[in-house]
């Protein structure tokens, strides 16, 4: 079992950076991937960003390569994502995802509550 809360939204302008972390509770956390989405108001829900139980697998949408890396430290049970050169369309809310493998479909175990990111222009 695992509960996931995730922070660090706001609201900022494009062009700038923001962020998320999501800590982890439960035995367990080192043995689980872990995966960011989003979803914009009447939008499907969106895989932004996957890494697996060791930190050395990583996986992103197209839409965020060369902007947001996600990361994660054990020790901490936390896992983040470092979002760069905001753009209006990032806008959404920001779900994190646990599962004991690593996948970039929306077929994970737990999630969190979300947290709103608004990037104007």
């Known amino acids: 079992q695992v509960q996931l809360v995730e922070s660090g939204g706001g609201l900022v302008q494009a062009g700038d950076s923001l962020r998320l972390s999501c800590a982890a509770s439960?035995?367990?956390?080192?043995?689980?991937?872990m995966a960011w989405f989003r979803q914009a108001p009447g939008k499907e829900r969106d895989f932004v960003a996957a890494?697996?139980?060791?930190?050395?697998?990583?996986y992103y949408a197209d839409s965020v390569k060369g902007r947001f890396t996600i990361s994660r430290d054990n020790a901490k049970n936390t896992v983040y994502l470092q979002m760069n050169s905001l753009k209006p369309e990032d806008t959404a809310v920001y779900y994190c995802?646990?599962?004991?493998?690593?996948?970039?479909?929306?077929?994970?175990?737990?999630w969190g509550q979300g947290t709103q990111v608004t990037v104007s222009s």
């Open positions: 995802a646990a599962d004991t493998r690593l996948r970039v479909n929306r077929f994970y175990d737990y």
């Open positions: 890494i697996s139980w060791s930190g050395g697998n990583t």
């Open positions: 439960g035995r367990t956390f080192s043995s689980y991937a």
